[in-house]
């Protein structure tokens, strides 16, 4: 089995700065591309950014240039450094990773991290 946690979330003041960390844990062979997502309250989860095997990153509209995904693939890790952050960034942060067991994939989420931001 296949565990993903969370961490680095909080309560931070507008303007501030939070970085997040997932590790991923388990019977890995590799891991294609990771994500963060987030949810609002009563709202849909929704992509903030995505980062592939290679490096290659994606991110959501609303942060491009705030925030930075990256990944450790040695140690099974990602993470996403958010900058500049605003109240409309506050919700639960996910880690979503797509894990090779077996030469299949399988679609793996974590617990999540609430992230507050006070305007």
């Known amino acids: 089995q296949v565990q993903l946690v969370e961490s680095g979330g909080g309560l931070v003041q507008a303007g501030g700065s939070l970085r997040l960390s997932c590790v991923a844990s388990g019977t890995i062979s590799s891991i294609n591309a990771m994500g963060w997502y987030c949810q609002a309250p009563g709202k849909q989860r929704d992509l903030v950014a995505t980062?592939?095997?290679?490096?290659?990153?994606n991110y959501a509209d609303s942060v491009k240039g705030r925030f930075t995904i990256s990944r450790d693939n040695a140690k099974n890790m990602m993470y996403l450094q958010m900058n500049s952050l605003k109240p409309e960034d506050a919700g639960v942060y996910y880690c979503q990773a797509n894990v090779v067991m077996n030469a299949r994939t399988y679609r793996y989420w974590g617990q999540g991290t609430q992230v507050t931001v006070s305007s």
């Open positions: 980062i592939g095997s290679d490096g290659s990153t």
